[in-house]
């Protein structure tokens, strides 16, 4: 993963939208205005609505980056990625608000939140299909039901993540609670998704990361 921002994200489009992921994961769609999102980056309301025609076009805007980040982020780590020693401190820079997102948007009761997740389920069966050089094909016989459980489990951490802070003593969606829950994930799928290589460069990964903030 390169750590430059690419080029659409240094633009005033891309800063609206950032903006107004924070204010949907804070506030929830209903909560999130225009006007507030406007004033949290430092616009017009009419700059927004220029960009964004109303705030359901900026939702699905937030929801098809939210979906891409993760994406991206992904692939690289299934694809040789956690052998680079700062893949993961930069992919957490990219994640992490990203989660943080999700974790409100997916508890909305809305045509959004449910194509964000059957989204998701696709992609995680496509990758399962396809495959990576670090992963094991899953021993299933119903591939989409496998792909949409992991799906869930992994969204449910994201949607439980106050709980599940509590429960480890550290914030989950910050840098220094993260290595805790992604140790965990390793044992968790070892056995059945990843190589030894991929666990070993995860768990070397995540302990620098550990060790950083010791």
């Not at 599940?164 to 992604?182: H, M, N, Q, V």
Request: glycine residues 4%; contains cysteine; proline residues 4%.
């Amino acid at each position: 993963m390169d750590e430059r921002r690419e080029p659409e994200d240094l633009t005033t489009r891309a800063r609206i939208r950032d903006v107004a992921m924070l204010q949907f994961a804070q506030l929830g769609e209903k909560g999130a205005t225009i006007r507030g999102i406007a004033k949290a980056a430092g616009v017009s309301p009419a700059l927004v609505q220029h960009h964004f025609k109303n705030k359901a076009a900026l939702r699905e805007a937030c929801d098809a980056y939210a979906i891409d980040a993760i994406r991206r982020v992904k692939e690289e780590a299934l694809s040789g990625g956690m052998a680079n020693p700062n893949f993961l401190q930069i992919a957490m820079q990219t994640a992490l608000p990203v989660q943080q997102y999700m974790a409100r948007a997916l508890v909305d009761d809305s045509d959004a939140a449910r194509a964000l997740f059957d989204d998701a389920v696709t992609f995680a069966e496509d990758i399962l299909t396809r495959g990576t050089p670090d992963t094991r094909s899953p021993t299933t016989d119903d591939l989409h039901a496998y792909a949409a459980v992991i799906t869930a489990m992994n969204f449910g951490l994201v949607v439980l993540n106050e709980h599940l802070s509590r429960a480890l003593g550290s914030d989950i969606l910050t840098k220094e609670g993260y290595p805790r829950l992604a140790l965990a994930l390793i044992d968790i799928h070892t056995d059945n998704l990843f190589t030894p290589e991929l666990e070993a460069q995860s768990r070397a990964a995540l302990q620098k990361l550990r060790d950083a903030d010791a």
